[in-house]
C-alpha cells in the first residue's frame, strides 16, 4: 500500500508539472469598443525600476503609461520607455506599439485605461499627430527628468508635454519632489496623471 501510495504521489506530481509546463499564456480581453483617442493607458510592470517608481509615489499603483491613438485600423500607445529594446542599435525612447503588446502579461502586471474627457476633435487629431510624430523621430527618453526640457521625455513627462500642447494641465500642478542620483528636483509621476480631476477610468485589470 505504501508503494502504491508513493507512485500515485509521483504521477501526480509528474502530471502537475506538465500541465504547468503547458499551460497556455495568459490572455487579456482589452475593452477595444470603448477606447477613445487619448486615453491614458497606464500600466505596472515586474522590473526594478517599476518597484522603484511605484515606492516613489503615495498611491503606488502603477509605474509607466502612454497616451491612446489610432493609427489605421491598430489601436497604438504611444510612450516614453527604457529598457525596451527591438532591434541592435536600439536606445530609450518614444514609440508607439499595439496595445495588446503594451498590456502584455510579460510587460504588464497590472493596468488601467483612462477617458480624460478631452472632446475638442481639432485639438484630439493635433495630438494624435503629435504623439505619433515624435514616436517617429525616436525621441530619447530623458534619464534626468527635467520637465524644463522637451528635448528628451520620460513617460509622465511624454504625455503631460502633449495635453499641455492642447491647453490642457493634466498634472493640475502635482509634483513630487527627489533627489536621488541623477534625479533633482520636481517631477512628475504616474499617480500625478491618474489623479486629474476629469478622468474616468473604465478598465482596470
Given amino acids: 500500500m505504501t508503494m ?20 497556455q499564456p495568459e490572455t487579456r480581453i482589452l475593452p477595444y469598443d470603448q477606447l477613445q483617442e487619448g486615453d491614458l ?10 518597484r522603484a517608481v511605484t ?15 489610432r493609427d489605421g485600423d491598430v489601436w497604438k500607445v504611444v510612450h516614453a520607455v527604457p529598457a525596451e529594446h527591438e532591434f ?9 506599439e499595439d496595445i495588446a503588446v503594451f498590456y502584455s502579461p510579460e510587460r504588464a502586471s497590472r493596468g488601467c485605461l483612462v477617458h480624460t474627457g478631452f472632446i475638442d476633435s481639432a485639438q ?3 495630438l494624435r499627430i503629435q ?7 525616436s525621441v530619447r527618453f530623458d534619464h534626468g527628468y527635467n520637465l524644463d526640457d522637451s528635448s528628451e521625455m520620460y513617460c509622465a513627462e511624454f504625455v503631460w508635454h502633449l495635453y499641455r500642447s492642447a491647453g490642457i494641465d493634466l498634472s493640475e500642478g502635482r509634483r513630487r519632489s527627489i533627489h536621488l542620483l541623477q534625479i533633482d528636483g520636481d ?18 485589470f
Fill in 187 to 204: 517631477i512628475l509621476l504616474p499617480e500625478h496623471l491618474l489623479a486629474y480631476s476629469n478622468n474616468i477610468p473604465y478598465f482596470q
Fill in 41 to 50: 493607458a497606464f500600466r505596472c510592470g515586474h522590473g526594478i525600476l517599476s
Fill in 55 to 69: 515606492t516613489a509615489q503615495e498611491q503606488g499603483m502603477y509605474s509607466h503609461l502612454g497616451v491612446v491613438v
Fill in 88 to 96: 541592435n542599435g536600439d536606445f530609450d525612447r518614444v514609440k508607439q
Fill in 131 to 137: 504623439a505619433l510624430q515624435a514616436a517617429c523621430d
Fill in 4 to 23: 502504491f501510495r508513493t507512485l500515485t504521489i509521483f504521477l501526480f506530481a509528474v502530471l502537475a508539472v506538465a500541465a504547468a509546463c503547458t499551460r
Fill in 124 to 126: 484630439l487629431q493635433a
